[in-house]
């Protein structure tokens, strides 16, 4: 029996990167990346706590605390962890109907669930979260988030705005005669800066240059619209700790929000670490990111903190700003302290429509609405998973949403199995049976994909294209056997052949079956490859192959060899 190591699961990028040397001047690019984060994403943390229905300072401390613990106790070089949109339904769902007492508990219970996925090696299973999925609950996220902030954004007169989305539109609609025409200035006035300001600068929010502007402007002329100060009094300027008051007989009643939130996180700090992988050239530790956002939901919470995860807009600043190391993410968490401690009162004066503005800026950024675009035109089953889950998210509640797109997905995955069983044998379109690949010339690499090229084998494909030796100068994927891909499959199929292409390397494909001809002409990827380098049989594609060698096509040497890819 193999012997335990706590490394093989956890093992924080932090203490590595320390291991390995860390050079002053990499300090100094990380120092100055971490105090304008700091500095620019304060204020930006409380939008979020304010759309979850919670104070202000929690954003603040959920910045701070959690921050600190997911660069100290993560598994990536540059992740900035925080409060987040994704988070804000399901909060404000748990704080209305179990209190803040009820969020500590249910956020504390996440993070112990987030320590196990970790532990019993979950992180990478996560690649079996089909697209569309992700892109519905999202949307339907941003949908929600967006509608919450209408009465802000107005300056509407509503005593209580109800829960549901029809209702809640109802309502707005009725009030419309009490519009506060200063709060929708300043709601259109801090879209158009925070959209205008990103396309100068992509290092300083636009959203951060906003809520000076208007927090300063509302200020000096007295301008009557509601203000963080009044809505909510003053901010605390503090840490302290704050221990939940516990009744056993309704900890089940947090499972089920704890799970959505134990899920919702592992997702979301997965995939912005590996965007941030992509960014940097580098591979996070995901197993050991889980075990570090877990702890640190465990731990915020004390402080009066909420859900945190990995935050791909404030990871990609600190990337663009130079942070290379966790120490970047520990710095501006202390930033963000000092300037709570120092400054954090200020805050109080940030109007509620700029705020709502903010927000709706970052609903229209989470809403995905050309991937949404996109699914709708591919697979009916992608667009049944798509569109259920939307809707479930919208009208319903997140937790149900995911748990029925889960289920729907496995669901759907197998009818395809069933339904292309018998077409596996009846449309293999590449007969050749030729095994031996010696006399293939140098330049050329084989591949076979064997198996429906679905979500969960996507990812790995991908991986396995990478890292081409300069000497391949074509790459022959055989498909004879896959019988059908899903949009999963097709936007890691297309991004795959992207990053080849931009090396340099030719793309023929052989034995590709009407179905995924079909997937292939509808996302476009028979464009990226051009129709003239697909063909029906593995002859053809390999006389093309040799054609454009003697072309003039192929450099240096290369050992020939058949990949063998079987997803199944």
């Not at 100055?32 to 104070?55: C, D, K, N, T």
């Not at 805050?347 to 949404?372: D, H, Q, T």
């Amino acid at each position: 029996m193999a012997k335990f190591d706590i490394k093989d699961v956890f093992y924080p990028k932090f203490f590595s990167v320390l291991k390995k040397g860390y050079t002053k001047k990499q300090f100094t690019k990380d120092l100055f990346s971490g105090i304008i984060g700091g500095i620019v994403w304060l204020p930006l943390a409380i939008p979020f706590a304010v759309a979850s229905g919670v104070s202000p300072d929690k954003g603040i401390v959920t910045a701070i605390i959690a921050g600190f613990l997911i660069s100290l106790l993560g598994g990536s070089r540059v992740q900035i962890g925080g409060p987040t949109g994704a988070f804000v339904i399901i909060i404000a769902g748990v704080v209305s109907q179990y209190g803040l007492d009820g969020l500590m508990i249910s956020t504390i219970l996440a993070g112990i669930f987030m320590i196990m996925f970790g532990l019993l090696k979950l992180g990478s299973l996560l690649r079996f979260i089909p697209h569309p999925l992700v892109v519905g609950f999202t949307s339907g996220i941003a949908l929600t988030i967006f509608s919450t902030q209408i009465k802000d954004a107005l300056g509407l007169e509503i005593a209580n705005v109800p829960a549901g989305l029809v209702d809640k539109w109802g309502v707005y609609f009725e009030s419309l005669g009490t519009t506060n025409y200063w709060a929708l200035g300043i709601t259109v006035a801090t879209i158009v800066i925070s959209l205008t300001f990103n396309k100068l600068t992509n290092k300083i929010p636009g959203s951060f240059v906003a809520i000076i502007l208007v927090s300063a402007l509302v200020a000096i002329f007295d301008i009557p619209v509601t203000t963080i100060e009044s809505m909510f009094g003053e901010i605390k300027g503090s840490l302290a700790l704050s221990i939940p008051e516990i009744h056993w007989e309704n900890v089940g009643n947090y499972v089920q929000p704890a799970i959505t939130i134990a899920l919702l996180g592992s997702i979301e700090s997965l995939l912005s670490a590996v965007v941030a992988d992509g960014m940097i050239g580098s591979h996070h530790r995901s197993n050991t990111e889980l075990i570090g956002q877990g702890i640190a939901n465990i731990i915020t919470p004390l402080f009066g903190g909420i859900p945190a995860t990995g935050a791909i807009a404030r990871t990609a600043t600190n990337i663009k700003n130079g942070g290379r190391t966790p120490v970047a993410g520990i710095v501006h968490a202390i930033t963000l302290l000092l300037i709570m401690l120092c400054l954090g009162n200020y805050a109080k004066l940030i109007p509620m429509s700029c705020l709502a503005g903010i927000l709706i800026v970052v609903a229209y950024n989470m809403s995905e609405w050309r991937s949404f675009a996109s699914i709708l035109r591919g697979s009916p089953y992608d667009i049944i998973i798509l569109l259920v889950t939307f809707f479930l998210t919208v009208l319903v509640d997140l937790t149900v949403a995911i748990e029925v797109g889960i289920v729907l997905a496995s669901l759907m995955f197998m009818k395809r199995m069933a339904d292309n069983g018998e077409a596996i044998l009846k449309n293999d379109l590449d007969t050749n049976t030729m095994e031996n690949y010696d006399d293939i010339p140098k330049g050329i690499e084989i591949y076979e994909i064997s198996g429906p090229f679905f979500f969960g084998a996507a990812k790995h494909f991908s991986e396995v294209l990478k890292g081409r030796p300069d000497s391949t100068k074509i790459l022959i994927i055989r498909m004879r056997h896959v019988p059908f891909m899903d949009e999963t499959g097709e936007r890691n199929f297309q991004e795959a052949i992207k990053s080849l292409q931009t090396d340099n390397k030719k793309i023929i494909l052989s034995g590709v079956q009407p179905n995924v001809r079909k997937s292939l002409d509808k996302s476009r990827i028979s464009f990226l490859i051009g129709k003239g380098n697909i063909h029906d049989n593995f002859d053809a594609a390999l006389a093309h192959a040799k054609e454009a060698l003697n072309e003039g096509k192929q450099t240096g040497e290369l050992t020939n060899h058949k990949l063998n890819f079987n997803p199944k």
